[in-house]
């Protein structure tokens, strides 16, 4: 049986120098996404966005789960203190980067009330 290795350090730090990933990590600290919604505000084909989600998986960073037809995705918790770190940052350190702040605005335009 083959064991799942631990994500490491370099893995993590690449998925956050990626402008789509990064894009996708800070929208998902407002909660679960549906790729549908990924998709839309990023403006990306689905298979550009799905292949950019297995990355973060395989990185530790999302955990995914199928709900029918659709996957929904979520920042993983926080499994040792350099991966609280990261995720605080993505909170604080690049909610100024004016990107990342359009992403957001589109996303609360999306969610319902």
């Known amino acids: 049986m083959k064991t799942r290795a631990k994500p490491t350090v370099d893995l993590m ?25 990924i998709v839309a505000v990023l403006r990306v ?19 995914a789960r ?10 993983a918790p926080a499994r040792d203190a350099f991966h609280k770190k990261l995720l605080d940052c993505l909170g604080c350190c690049f909610s100024e980067v004016p990107e990342l702040a359009a992403d957001a605005k589109q996303l609360a335009a999306r969610r319902p009330c």
Do not use: N
């Open 66 to 75: 199928k709900e029918g037809l659709w996957s929904y995705y979520e920042l």
């Open 45 to 63: 084909p689905q298979p550009k966005a799905s292949r950019h989600l297995a990355y973060l998986r395989r990185a530790g960073l999302v955990t």
């Open 13 to 37: 730090f690449r998925a956050f120098s990626d402008r789509t990933r990064l894009r996708i990590l800070h929208m998902l600290t407002g909660g679960e996404l549906c790729v549908c919604d």
